[in-house]
Each structure stands twice: as structure tokens, then as C-alpha cells.
């Protein structure tokens, strides 16, 4: 039985345990293309580590700065993978990536500061920087050419500017940056001295015809104000273990990251069975990333092109994640009012635009997350289908 087969989904336990606007949050009878979040089960060498650390029955404190074995796990794979260099002892695993971009933003943000956010992104960049006391200086990220269009930022950048984030790939585009791309944000940050809050969560899942490039591509010299932040939930489907990890090249700022992520006090830090499930994600199944990278291109492929068959719709095809992002302006509907319309009259669930998860620069788009088998991708897109054909005829819209 191939490791993507539908038939390996357990849609019984999902709906148990799946939270998160998925299986579980959803009504009966729903199909969610929702949160990003693989429907298969974990690698077995996951589960195998996790059991083999449970049955002898301890569950003692961990080293302040995590297990040396999964920083090295880590900062190994980091190299192989990305070619990052990254000393393990500047790299501090943490209970999630979003909280490690909450350390970073209250590690750099004083009040007033301003923190530079891309709209439509990840709302964590914006929450994060509102946390810490900063302002957030929103850049409208425009599409130009299939990637982001950078040219007005530096007219974006104030003297209370203090950072930028970087979310690469990008969610919800999935989009990767061009080496151009990172040499004029890195400029940028050296010529007004500001610190990046980089976010790599999704640098795993990127597609053949476009290749991933880090920040640290451009050397590890220039990246001394770079804290990065990476987790194993999208590529290896851990996210209820919040495993993560926020890393850097230089060590005083990282002294002042372990500073404010309270590890030293107990009050912070990721749990021990955590690590465990987090070295074997980096040591030993980097097959299963890979097994699963080639099931979601077929996945993106076959849901793209269906689609834009689709009428009044248009999707992007990405380069990397697991997501989907699709133009529904011209139903003339806010995000919001299209996904309740699809999940009351045809049973599915996908994520709305709008100011809540993405910003404003999202409202009249839809995310669809197709991490799950080509059987329920299919049967999702029958019904959204389905309920285009209905909004089409209700409005009485031309085709």
C-alpha cells in the first residue's frame, strides 16, 4: 500500500482529533480543504521514537536549550536540505514557530516600533508584532510575473521602521523569492540598518520547477540580523506536538532570543516527547517529505487545472506549499460571505480572505488546502463546482 493512498486516511480518528476549522470543527457531512494540515498519519519512525521514549515511563525536565541531539538533528538537516549553515548552539527549539516569531518580535520590537508586514500573509507576522508593543506597517505584496513585486518597498520604510518579515515561501501565494528578490530585501535591511523575522515553515514543501532559496544563500556574514524561524507541522504533520525551532548566526542575539522565550525559567520551552517526534522528523524521514512532496504536485496539478475550468475563478499555481490561492472577485462577494454560501449549500469548508487570517490584500480570494488524498481533493472540487453553478444562477451572473 503506497504511504498516499486514500485508503490510509482515517477519517474516524480525523474527526476526532483533527481541530482547527478541519474534521473535528466542521459540521457532519463537511469536507474541509481548510487549515494547513496533512490528513495522513505521521511517518512510522515518528510514532516509533515517540513509543520507545514512552514505555519507560519518564518524563523528567529536558536541558534548558533543548536535547543536543535534536539541535544537531536539526541544524544537519538545515544544511543537507538548504544549505543553511547554522551552528546547533545558536539554534533553540521552542513550542511552535508561531511562538517562535512572537520571541522574535518581542526580542527586537520596542514600543512604537515598526515592523514592516506583507498584505496578504500569514496573520502571525502582524499578531506578533501588535504583541510586542510595535506597529505594523503594511506592504500591499503584489504579483508581478508570478512573484512578488518589490519595487516600492524601500518607499515603505520610515526612521521608526525596526524590522521586516519574511515569509518564504509565501503563504498564501506559495510563491518562492528570487536570489534578486533576497539581495533587495537584504540591501534594504543593511542600508537602514533593520533587523528580518524570517519564516521558513514551508521551505520543505517546494515543487521541482522552482527551486527553494534561503536568506542564507546570500552568506551567512550578511545574515547576522536575520532570526529565522522553522517548525515540522506542515512538513511532517506533527502541528499538535508544537515543535519548533527559532534559529540565527549570531550569538549575542540569540543570548537575547533564549532571554526572551523564558526557557531559562521554565516557564517556556517544548516538551520532551516533542524533541523525540522532532529529531526523528529531521534524522529519518525526510523520505516521507519527499514521497509526499510528489503525491501533492499531482495533487496541485490535477486541482489547478481543474480550477480554472472552473468559471469565474482563477488559482495560482505555487511554486511551494501545500495551498491554494484563488481569485473569486468577480462574484462580487466578500471572502467570507462565498466560503458560509459553500459550506451551508454544498458541504465544503475552505479558509476565507480577508483581514482575519491574510489582511485586507486577501479579501475576494479563498485559500483550498489540498494535503489530503486525490479521492477528497476530487469530491471537494465536485462541490465547489457545484456551488459556483448555484451562486452563477442565484445572481444571475454571466459565465
Known amino acids: 500500500m503506497a504511504l498516499f493512498d486514500n485508503s490510509n486516511i482515517k477519517l474516524d480518528v480525523l474527526k476526532k482529533r483533527a481541530f482547527n476549522y478541519r474534521w473535528a470543527e466542521v459540521p457532519d457531512g463537511v469536507i474541509p480543504l481548510t487549515a494547513a494540515d496533512p490528513d495522513y498519519p505521521v511517518a512510522p519512525e515518528i510514532q516509533e521514537a515517540m513509543m520507545d521514549y514512552v514505555k519507560d515511563g519518564y518524563f523528567s525536565y529536558t536541558p534548558k536549550l ?8 536539526i541544524s544537519k538537516a538545515l544544511m543537507e536540505r538548504k544549505g543553511e549553515e547554522i551552528d546547533p548552539n545558536l539554534i533553540l527549539p521552542i513550542d511552535s514557530a508561531a511562538r517562535g516569531m512572537y520571541v522574535i518580535a518581542q526580542t527586537v520590537l520596542r514600543q512604537g516600533d515598526e515592523m514592516i508586514v506583507f498584505d496578504p500573509v500569514d496573520y502571525l507576522f502582524r499578531e506578533s508584532c501588535l504583541a510586542a508593543g510595535g506597529k505594523v506597517v503594511l506592504f500591499p ?19 521608526k521602521t525596526r524590522m521586516i518579515g519574511l515569509c518564504n515561501p509565501h503563504n498564501p501565494y506559495g510563491v518562492v523569492y528570487r536570489p534578486e528578490d533576497l539581495e533587495h530585501i537584504m540591501s534594504l535591511c543593511e542600508k537602514y540598518n533593520l533587523y528580518i523575522m524570517n519564516d521558513e515553515i514551508w521551505s520543505d514543501i517546494v515543487f521541482p520547477e522552482e527551486p527553494f532559496r534561503s536568506i542564507y ?17 506542515k512538513s511532517f504533520g506533527i502541528a499538535g506536538l508544537r515543535a519548533g525551532c527559532v534559529y540565527t548566526t549570531d550569538e549575542k542575539l540569540f543570548e537575547e532570543i533564549v532571554e526572551n522565550s523564558d526557557v531559562m525559567s521554565t516557564a517556556g520551552g517544548i516538551a520532551s516527547i516533542s524533541q523525540i517526534a522532532g529529531t526523528a522528523c529531521m534524522s529519518k524521514c525526510y523520505y516521507w517529505v519527499d514521497a509526499f512532496l510528489e503525491h501533492l504536485k499531482k495533487n496541485r496539478d490535477y486541482a489547478v487545472d481543474r480550477l480554472n475550468q472552473m468559471p469565474m475563478i482563477k488559482a495560482y499555481r505555487p511554486h511551494a506549499t501545500y495551498l491554494l490561492y484563488v481569485d473569486i472577485r468577480a462574484f462580487g ?14 458541504k465544503l469548508a475552505v ?13 475576494g480570494y479563498i485559500r483550498i488546502c489540498f494535503a489530503t488524498s486525490r479521492e477528497i481533493l476530487e469530491e471537494g ?9 448555484m451562486l452563477i444562477r442565484e445572481k444571475n451572473l454571466e459565465k
Not at 66 to 73: K, Q, T, V, W
Not at 217 to 233: A, H, I, Q, Y
Not at 333 to 346: G, I, L, N, Q
Open 141 to 159: 505584496a503584489k504579483l508581478k510575473d508570478g512573484y512578488i513585486d518589490l519595487s516600492e518597498l524601500e518607499n515603505y520604510i520610515t526612521p
Open 217 to 233: 544563500s546570500l552568506g551567512s556574514k550578511r545574515c547576522r540580523r536575520v532570526m529565522s524561524v522553522f517548525g515540522f507541522s
Open 333 to 346: 462577494m466578500k471572502s467570507e460571505e462565498f466560503t458560509d454560501y459553500m459550506k451551508e449549500k454544498v
Open 381 to 389: 472540487l465536485n462541490r465547489l463546482e457545484k456551488g459556483i453553478d
Open 66 to 73: 533543548g536535547y543536543p541531539e535534536f539541535r544537531d538533528s
Open 351 to 363: 479558509v476565507s480572505g480577508g483581514e482575519k487570517f491574510f489582511g485586507s490584500g486577501s479579501e
